[in-house]
């Protein structure tokens, strides 16, 4: 697990500057805090910031060439299955030097090219430099868990692990792209293949990239079919028993210590009970807990723990946000309003001090249909069948307890009903958006609202290419392609690796992603009861109370911060000039979604804390880019709010 940067210059014959790509590295250096290298090879140059966690010897430092010297590569991640791809290697004659799975990737393109992505397990992106054809290489982990950035410009392309590094490059004057911003706002996060920097992409999840002879192709790799495969459910139970325990032995493997991250749910339950089962010693376990009780799971954890005598640690903490939300404007690249990176964040600095490796439960949700969202789009169905007259009644419903908290009973009846008249694919659309159109409508100024204002399209389109057979599969086969990589996984990889730790995640696994989607959609979903097949599966190895207990969210108390701690900053850094004068809001419409709030009518929070962090993200890289490169992190604070 590391950061990589890098630059090749294909369309020009100017040599890439080793200096550059080294500072490159150095505004990543987070990433990989063990060591650093840079190698200039004729037209391209690979840089590589080093988080040791396999082969902590010099043997497996980066970035790394072939024997001939005409391969070299910089990767980013972890290849589960390379011992038995390095068995399979040498079988075909091929020799290595290092116990390194950056030297199994090396030889899996000698011998399969740009193939080779399919023959990888694991979490990845790598950039891989052919002097032999003069050719770039690069490609990313089937699900999306380790990140690629690039640009082209007039002499060729750069990468990184994270968009900051290429403010180091002297051609890269870094500006917004207007269409991605409209994204965030409905989104929360900018979705793949855009960036909130104008000429930046996003290499997607399950593709590779192509940089030769003057041009850049992408291509998809792996495509995760819903189609189901006729078996009985005792069949599926013991075929999904199976794969979960494969998928986490795998992630076992570490030179460094490893831990999890343990919260009060099924699945980093589960990921915690096989970890006891499988290893040699007590499992290092990692909890977070709130003074506010509501996002308090500390005692769930505990049972866990308990059980199976895990060395376990546990933080109380109170967020300060007002000094947090700098570091996660850094961090986070680009605008990233889903609030519960702050919990994350926090506990991966806390986890990092006892171990430099943690598993965690990602995508059990995503797997298994796992959210209320789910049970809620098969009940919204049923109201479909109601005639037009009662579908109205329900909708005027919505306008019931305006002022109640979004979590209660009535805020999430209010949101419910609010969307009862859409058609189902657009009803989850608008579940799923902080500003739905209407409100963007309400909100943009006409310049900005050119951009795109039906930033709906991009799920929509994915339901149309979904080959689910079943509307609660095609939706999570929505949430696998968006909501997955571009919110999920991008906030565990950045808070985790802001502190130099490496975050693994057995239900990522491409062999039980695949093994779910092909599951019937009665086998996750089954009238009240969400993950059922998963619950079959493990339910021997928890606590009944872990098992029986509603899903809570990994969150922050945020609608009570905007009434409280973060009232006067969000007054001021919504209400200032600069925001006034950015052309983007109309400042009535943000004035009234403060007003509302503060008086406790409505419950804006997301809506401000997404405005809050855009507005953050601008000041931190748009209006101060020479001073953000000079910065320390501990210079942060005063410049993302000055």
């Excluded at 502190?499 to 995640?505: A, Q």
């Excluded at 928890?542 to 945020?558: D, Q, T, W």
């Excluded at 925001?579 to 009518?601: A, C, K, N, P, S």
């Excluded at 405005?611 to 992190?633: G, K, N, S, Y």
Aim: net charge neutral.
């Amino acid at each position: 697990m590391c950061g990589i940067a890098g630059r090749v210059n294909f369309r020009s014959e100017r040599p890439p500057d080793a200096h550059t790509v080294r500072r490159m590295c150095d505004l990543i250096a987070h990433r990989g805090p063990d060591g650093s290298g840079v190698v200039v090879d004729g037209f391209a140059a690979l840089g590589h910031r080093r988080l040791a966690v396999i082969d902590l010897t010099e043997a497996g430092a980066q970035p790394m060439a072939s024997d001939d010297g005409r391969l070299w590569v910089t990767f980013n991640g972890e290849i589960y299955n390379f011992l038995e791809l390095r068995a399979r290697l040498e079988a075909l004659g091929h020799r290595f030097r290092s116990e390194s799975d950056t030297e199994v990737i090396l030889a899996a393109y000698r011998q399969f090219g740009v193939e080779c992505v399919k023959h990888l397990s694991g979490m990845f992106a790598f950039a891989l430099w052919d002097a032999g054809r003069r050719r770039l290489f690069a490609a990313r982990d089937r699900a999306g868990k380790k990140p690629f950035y690039y640009r082209e410009d007039a002499d060729g392309l750069a990468f990184a692990s994270e968009p900051k590094a290429f403010l180091a490059e002297p051609s890269f004057v870094p500006s917004p792209d207007p269409t991605a911003l409209s994204h965030y706002l409905t989104y929360q996060y900018v979705p793949t293949p855009m960036s909130a920097f104008a000429g930046v992409q996003r290499l997607p999840p399950a593709h590779y990239l192509v940089a030769e002879q003057g041009r850049t192709s992408v291509h998809r790799y792996w495509t995760l079919s819903y189609k189901t495969t006729p078996r009985s459910e005792g069949e599926a139970v013991e075929e999904l028993r199976g794969l979960f325990r494969s998928a986490v032995q795998a992630r076992l493997i570490s030179d460094v210590p490893l831990g999890a991250f343990l919260s009060g749910g099924i699945d980093s339950g589960s990921v915690v009970a096989l970890m006891a089962e499988l290893g040699s010693g007590p499992v290092k376990t990692f909890s977070i807990g709130f003074e506010e009780k509501r996002f308090d799971e500390l005692e769930y954890a505990r049972l866990v723990a308990t059980r199976y005598a895990t060395d376990h640690h546990e933080f109380v903490v109170r967020p300060d946000a007002v000094s947090i939300l700098p570091k996660l404007v850094w961090h986070y690249n680009e605008p990233f309003a889903d609030s519960s990176a702050i919990p994350t964040f926090i506990l991966s600095e806390l986890t990092r001090r006892h171990v430099t490796v943690a598993l965690n439960g990602d995508a059990g949700d995503e797997n298994f249909a796992g959210y209320d969202r789910y049970r809620a789009a098969v009940l919204a169905g049923r109201f479909d069948r109601l005639p037009g007259a009662a579908k109205r009644a329900a909708q005027r419903l919505a306008s019931l307890a305006p002022g109640a908290p979004s979590r209660s009973l009535l805020g999430r009846a209010r949101r419910f009903f609010g969307a009862i008249g859409d058609d189902p694919r657009r009803r989850y659309v608008r579940w799923m958006s902080h500003f739905d159109d209407r409100l963007k409508r309400e909100l943009c100024r006409p310049e900005f609202a050119a951009a795109g204002i039906d930033s709906g399209e991009i799920l929509l389109q994915q339901y149309q290419a979904s080959d689910a057979p079943d509307f609660v599969d095609a939706t999570l086969d929505v949430d696998v392609h968006n909501y997955l990589p571009d919110d999920l996984l991008v906030k565990v990889d950045i808070a985790t690796m802001a502190f130099g730790l490496e975050g693994r995640s057995p239900l990522l696994d491409h062999h039980l992603m695949e093994f779910a989607a092909s599951l019937p959609a009665s086998l996750k979903l089954r009238g009240n009861s969400q993950k059922y097949i998963f619950k079959q599966a493990v339910g021997p190895l928890l606590p009944r109370a872990i098992l029986e207990r509603p899903k809570m969210g990994f969150g922050v108390p945020l609608e009570a911060w905007f009434r409280g701690d973060l009232k006067d900053l969000a007054y001021d850094v919504l209400l200032s000039r600069q925001l006034r004068e950015r052309g983007y809001f109309q400042e009535t419409v943000i004035r009234r979604l403060l007003d509302e709030h503060t008086r406790g009518e409505r419950a804006w929070h997301y809506q401000l804390w997404n405005l809050l962090v855009l507005e953050l993200w601008h000041r931190t890289f748009i209006d101060r880019q020479p001073a953000v490169c000079a910065a320390t992190l501990s210079d942060l604070g005063a410049l993302a709010v000055a």
